[in-house]
């Protein structure tokens, strides 16, 4: 039997497993599907402040082993998850962390104060790095001293954690990365899609009505990787590595490279039941090496 | 809703571009409610890596129908399947026809448009059960377009045919001949499935004429019960207009609530 928990130094999870927001819904809607208290943690579809209405379809685009997306982060606001489904979600027993935007640092930091009335709530991601939901997918993640600004508001404002998630789309991820945690971050997760666009030959049209949108999918993970591995070699707080992840072998090079725990996203939509067979993919791999502590496999990449 | 993982395909027929693909999976076949769907996994590989909506065509005891016709790389790769082999399927997903008001008597019709017979099938099975009463307009390009044609008529069903080139049946598009049936007799309500211009137009025609239309959409999707918000049509209910998801309020909705995009005529 392995133990498959792993401390993320403000929490500690059943395993390293969680959903990535904006590819689990708000959580209940893989009910049907899987036992959502075998997930080491649940990541709620971003949250504005109020509802948003999100961006005209298409939407969505199949790539070669990816997913482009330009859904601009539609809905529901805070006040209708408070009321609707967090009531719902208190009765799971797994983490709920809730992904917080914002068109403004004083946004997120609203959206922060109002959760941090209502209990059930683990943890907040901050999504500072949607590249949907402005023209050129501008967002505080792409500039240090931005992301120190928003991080730093959401910390003096926050009764609870505060993961910062990062983007891909820059030149020195190490430098944002040290930004956030100088601000005060709980915890890092990366990456969130790299900024994409697929063109119809016909009639010589973007695929997306928003000309932009985000890859996912098994194309990104080794970029995802690299990353991920760059970051948690250089910061001191705990790394959440998504990109990509479809099986368990995927999850277990995330946690080689350093990632304490790993976010499964687009594997969601095309299996409802990715991250608990992810789950279990990690556990027999484990159990077939003798390896009895999850932990010790964290930060073990050999490079020498 | 279910994921069947194995689901044997127990019978295939093809016709050019167009197949039928029926598929062994008990408790998807026991729930499926006309007009729903399926999400069906091509392979296990990566790419194409989204499930492919498919409506549900009929269905049996244990196994549950998809008709469709090769439009890309994950339709050809389905239509490349045979006969005993498995695909995982995730079903019935979707809210469906709502065929309760499909009353004893009531005269109902279906509009479709090339692959958009698919869900007729189990339409015009149960809306013959509860004694409603039906025909089917179905349209395509050239004949070839209406493989199944014959199928409908074998089982009964009033089904009567348009084509572009006039190859067979009426010479039009589909909303042509239904233009010319609405001058003979009214039905209590229509249903239309087919390409986004022709359900414009049939809802455009339903309302000019105050017959209650329901429309069952097409979208690309990427799951297909509601988790990505990927597919969404705008919708307006109560004076106002939101992007609502495709898979999990739809895929059928009043021709009145659907605003149509701008381009769409």
Same mark, same amino acid.
């Given at each position: 039997?392995t133990?498959l928990?792993? /401390? ?5 999870l ?6 990535a ?6 959580? %209940? ?6 036992? %959502?208290e ?32 330009a859904?601009?982060?539609?809905g ?23 992904n ?6 004083e ?20 999504? !500072?790095?949607? $590249? ?12 240090p ?18 993961i ?7 030149? /020195? ?17 990366l ?28 194309a ?6 690299r ?12 790394? !959440? ?10 999850? %277990? ?5 350093g990632?304490r ?10 299996? $409802? /039941? ?17 390896? /009895?502590?999850?932990?010790? !496999? ?7 | 809703?279910?994921?069947? &993982?194995n ?32 999400m069906? &996994? ?9 499930r ?10 244990d ?12 339709? +050809? ?8 082999e498995?695909?995982?399927?995730l ?5 469906g ?33 509860r ?17 199944? +044609?014959?199928?409908?008529?074998q089982?009964g069903?009033e ?35 087919g ?12 309302l ?14 990427g ?8 597919c969404v049509?705008k919708?307006?209910? +109560?004076?106002s ?17 659907i605003v149509?995009?701008e381009?769409?005529?």
């Open positions: 039997m133990d928990t792993v /401390d993320l130094g403000f929490l500690k059943r395993n390293p497993v969680l959903t927001s904006g590819t689990f819904g708000y959580g %209940l809607e893989f009910e049907p599907f899987i036992n %959502l075998e997930l080491g943690g649940i990541v709620v579809k971003g949250l504005y402040f109020g509802p948003r209405p999100g961006n005209p379809p298409p939407r969505i685009f199949e790539t070669a082993s990816g997913l482009i997306n859904i601009g982060l539609q529901i606001g805070v006040k209708a998850f408070a009321e609707k489904i967090l009531p719902k979600l208190r009765g799971i027993k797994t983490p709920i962390f809730v917080v935007c914002g068109s403004s640092d946004e997120y930091a609203s959206v922060i104060e109002f959760l941090d009335r209502e209990e059930g709530v683990a943890a907040y991601e901050i999504n !500072i790095s949607c $590249p949907n939901v402005t023209q050129n997918g501008l967002c505080p993640a792409l500039d001293q931005k992301t120190f600004n928003v991080v730093k508001l959401c910390k003096t404002v926050s009764r609870r954690p505060v910062t998630k990062l983007s891909p789309n820059v030149s /020195d991820i190490v430098e944002i990365a040290l930004a956030a945690e100088e601000a005060g971050t709980d915890g890092i997760s990456i969130n899609t790299l900024l994409a666009m697929a063109v119809d030959v016909e009639t010589r049209r973007p695929k997306l009505a928003n000309l932009f949108g985000g890859l996912s999918g098994p990104i993970k080794p970029i995802a990787l990353m991920v591995y760059q970051v948690a070699t250089r910061v001191k707080v705990p790394v !959440i590595g998504m990109g990509g992840i479809a099986t368990g072998g995927d999850a %277990l090079e995330f946690l080689i490279a990632a725990a790993v976010q499964v996203g687009t594997a969601n939509l095309v299996d $409802p /039941d990715a991250s608990v067979r992810i789950i279990r993919e990690i556990e027999a791999f484990c159990r077939e090496k003798g390896v /009895d502590k999850i932990e010790r !496999i964290i930060g073990t990449l050999k490079t020498s | 809703m279910v994921i069947e &993982k689901a044997r395909i127990v019978h295939k027929e093809s016709w050019g571009d167009y197949h039928l693909v029926s598929l062994e999976a008990v408790s998807i076949a026991r729930e499926a409610k006309p007009g729903q769907f399926l069906v &996994k091509i392979h296990s590989q990566f790419c194409p890596l989204l492919r909506p498919f409506g549900i065509h009929g269905r049996t005891k196994a549950v129908e998809i008709f469709f016709k090769v439009a890309g790389h994950g339709t +050809a790769l389905l239509a490349a399947k045979k006969a005993g498995a695909l995982d399927v079903g019935p997903l979707g809210k026809f709502g065929l309760e008001d499909a009353l004893p008597g009531k005269t109902i019709w279906a509009v479709a448009g090339g692959r958009g017979i698919a869900p007729f099938k189990l339409w015009a099975e149960e809306a013959r059960s004694g409603a009463r039906l025909k089917i307009l179905y349209g395509g390009r050239t004949r070839a377009d209406l493989p199944i +044609a014959d199928r409908f008529r089982a069903f089904t009567v045919c348009s084509t572009d080139d006039g190859s067979f049946g009426f010479k039009g598009f589909v909303t042509g001949l239904l233009e010319a049936e609405i001058r003979k007799a009214r039905p209590d309500r229509l249903y239309a499935c390409p986004d211009p022709m359900m414009a137009a049939v809802s455009r025609i339903a000019g004429e105050n017959i209650p239309c329901r429309l069952s959409l097409e979208s690309q999707m799951c297909g019960f509601g988790a990505c918000w990927g049509k919708i307006r209910r +109560a004076g207009e939101d992007w609502v998801k495709i898979c999990e309020e739809g895929p059928v909705f009043e021709a009145g609530e149509w995009d381009g769409t005529p």
